[in-house]
């Protein structure tokens, strides 16, 4: 039988057999790369698993560790603000801020809905019910509509009532798990207006992004410029929270770092004196018609405050609507031109210097002329007779310029500077002016004929006093202090520096000064021998003072006003062994008012309330009857 051909000469089992072969070689080679990458991959697996499980081990779990680990830091205790008698003045009661997760709580009630269909209960019911139950238990933070608008935000978490009371904020979270609380603290001011321009105002505020980390700070008063002091040092505690979740898992709490209290600041300030100069100022400046008006009660000797007051005040307790004024501390912070309260400058220079004598005969004119400017008097008189004392008594700016030109511009000028005209008073309140005293490089040729009667320059209500601070206390002034000492968390008390003493004048100058101004509450028989303040006399006291009327500067003309005038008053009570000064500034009155005219009328009203109160020894004996003028 002959063999089978098929084209190209090869029998068809031969190739069959050929196609076989290079398919089995290239199966083969498949299977044989396959196991070596099998082999490979495993291998290279076993080796990451035996790294992880030994030489990363720690490492890993410290990763872990750290991502369900929370840090959350602790609000310190803020000091209390007191008085000089312990009367807290601003304190801190501990309050909570209800929080919600809206992410975990949508997701939460959602997922119980689709498991309990017949409950009817998701998301929304959850946020009414809840809304509902705290409306009523803090109906007057909250209502129901707020909390309903709040659960419905955008975002993933919220916060839904502030200033809960820690016991009402439990209940609430015991009834409703996914109410959570953070801890804070309500400021509160129990005295409401009372010494609110000196105290300030402090309040939360978010100094970082991370919800966790508020902190109650100072915004303005004292509350901010001793901050550092009140706050204290916030600590910090760990908590663990589920992945995904920022709700702590209770029991994981611990503490990294202990909060430090902060101190409690107390003032030189007495409450009730406070809260009368605060009452008759502001009744006062409401009789005059006046702008507004500062006071202050300052200690003769210490140059402490008991009491520093505004006619405009804020109570703290609800800031909202309180006006850039009424936050301002005016007394501080608002120099103004004081008129003839700053003639005691040349008083003093001149009996310093010997240039007079308190009984010295002067003739006065009605007027004198000082480089391009003629300045009068506040009433028209020919020459005339004063003696030295009546010159100041009666406020005589053409009698006051004559003894300022014996004592000449350098020694006037360098006394003024030992009453730190210019200069802040370091009383240690936030906002402080200077005032302001021209440099004698600025002088022009009539300067001279303003500084003396109190035009030119400017000064605060505090300085004011400071400079007769300095002729009470024998001629040395104190730098008037309105923080007593501080009280540390342990108890320990921190007395404030002492104040800075300049030796102004003499003990000998000093006296002569202040009898000399016992004189500006003279009622004398015959009107040429009475003083410009009779009514701030307090019977059975010698009262030493000066009276002051500046006209203000027109902001539209910058020319001194025909109409607006600032009043001011400084007086020493008892002349005869001082106790407080008191300096009074009332803003544009209306002069034509009996009250407007002068501030001596509150300075007596305060005056009997000081005697009263610290039960003064009357005065051994009258202030004698001195001439001040004679035809």
């Known amino acids: 039988?002959?063999?089978?051909?098929?084209?190209?000469?090869?029998?068809?089992?031969?190739?069959?057999?050929?196609?076989?072969?290079?398919?089995?070689?290239?199966?083969?080679?498949?299977?044989?790369?396959?196991?070596?990458?099998?082999?490979?991959?495993?291998s290279l697996a076993v080796i990451k698993l035996l790294y992880l499980q030994t030489i990363q081990a720690d490492a890993l779990a410290a990763r872990a560790e750290d991502q369900r680990r929370t840090l959350i830091e602790t609000q310190a205790q803020r000091g209390d603000i007191m008085d000089r008698n312990g009367t807290r003045l601003a304190f801190s009661v501990e309050?909570?801020?209800?929080?919600?997760?809206?992410?975990h709580m949508r997701q939460n009630w959602n997922e119980f809905e689709r498991k309990h269909p017949e409950s009817n209960m998701d998301f929304e019911s959850r946020a009414a019910e809840i809304s509902e139950y705290i409306a009523e238990k803090v109906p007057h933070l909250t209502s129901e509509q707020i909390l309903l608008d709040e659960f419905h935000t955008p975002g993933p978490f919220t916060y839904l009532v502030e200033d809960v009371p820690p016991s009402i904020a439990n209940q609430i979270s015991a009834k409703y798990p996914e109410i959570t609380q953070e801890h804070r603290a309500l400021r509160v001011y129990p005295g409401g207006r009372l010494a609110s321009n000196i105290v300030g105002f402090a309040n939360w505020r978010m100094d970082s992004p991370d919800l966790s980390k508020h902190n109650i700070h100072g915004l303005i008063g004292l509350e901010s410029s001793r901050d550092d002091i009140l706050a204290g040092a916030p600590g910090k505690r760990i908590v663990d929270t589920p992945e995904g979740s920022d709700i702590p898992i209770p029991g994981t709490e611990r503490q990294v770092r202990p909060t430090v209290p902060g101190s409690d600041v107390q003032l030189t300030i007495e409450s009730d004196v406070q809260y009368e100069l605060q009452r008759k100022l502001s009744r006062y400046v409401e009789a005059t018609h006046a702008n507004g008006g500062s006071a202050v009660v300052m200690d003769a000797k210490t140059g402490e405050i008991y009491a520093l007051a505004n006619d405009a005040t804020f109570n703290?307790?609800?800031?909202?609507?309180?006006?850039?004024?009424?936050?301002n501390n005016q007394a501080v912070t608002t120099p103004y031109e004081p008129g003839s309260v700053n003639k005691v400058i040349t008083a003093a220079?001149?009996?310093?210097?010997?240039?007079?004598?308190?009984?010295?005969?002067?003739?006065?004119?009605?007027?004198?002329?000082?480089?391009?400017?003629?300045?009068?008097d506040a009433w028209a008189h020919g020459l005339q007779p004063f003696t030295t004392t009546g010159i100041f008594a009666r406020s005589s700016n053409v009698g006051t310029l004559k003894i300022a030109q014996r004592v000449g511009e350098k020694r006037w000028f360098q006394t003024a500077e030992k009453f730190s005209l210019g200069q802040p008073t370091g009383i240690g309140l936030p906002g402080e002016s200077a005032g302001y005293?021209?440099?004698?490089?600025?002088?022009?040729?009539?300067?001279?004929?303003?500084?003396?009667?109190?035009?030119?320059?400017?000064?605060?209500?505090?300085?004011m006093a400071s400079m007769y601070q300095a002729i009470a206390n024998d001629g040395e002034r104190v730098e008037p202090r309105i923080v007593k000492a501080t009280v540390r968390g342990d108890g320990t008390r921190v007395p404030e520096p002492p104040s800075d003493r300049t030796r102004v004048v003499s003990e000998h100058t000093a006296d002569q000064v202040l009898r000399m101004l016992?004189?500006?509450?003279?009622?004398?028989?015959?009107?040429?021998?009475?003083?410009?303040?009779?009514?701030?006399?307090?019977?059975?006291?010698?009262?030493?003072?000066?009276t002051g009327t500046a006209q203000q500067v027109n902001p539209v003309t910058g020319a001194y006003s025909l109409t607006n005038y600032n009043i001011t008053f400084a007086g020493i009570l008892p002349a005869d062994h001082p106790r407080f000064v008191v300096g009074i500034r009332l803003d544009a009155p209306d002069t034509t008012l009996p009250l407007g005219y002068s501030a001596a009328p509150l300075f007596h009203n305060i005056a009997s309330y000081l005697a009263q109160r610290y039960q003064i020894p009357l005065s051994e004996k009258k202030a004698p009857i001195v001439p001040l003028s004679s035809n």
């Open 1 to 42: 039988m002959a063999r089978k051909t098929v084209r190209g000469g090869t029998p068809s089992g031969a190739k069959r057999m050929r196609r076989k072969r290079p398919r089995f070689r290239w199966t083969g080679n498949r299977f044989t790369s396959g196991a070596v990458i099998m082999v490979t991959v495993l």
């Open 437 to 463: 005293l021209p440099p004698r490089s600025q002088w022009s040729g009539s300067t001279f004929g303003n500084l003396p009667i109190g035009q030119g320059l400017s000064m605060t209500v505090v300085q």
């Open 316 to 327: 703290p307790n609800n800031i909202t609507t309180a006006t850039g004024k009424q936050l």
């Open 349 to 376: 220079a001149a009996l310093e210097h010997d240039v007079v004598t308190p009984l010295e005969r002067i003739m006065v004119p009605g007027q004198i002329t000082v480089a391009d400017r003629q300045i009068q």
């Open 518 to 546: 016992r004189a500006t509450t003279q009622d004398a028989p015959g009107y040429l021998d009475d003083g410009t303040a009779p009514p701030a006399r307090l019977a059975g006291y010698q009262i030493s003072g000066k």
């Open 95 to 103: 309050t909570r801020t209800l929080q919600v997760s809206l992410r």
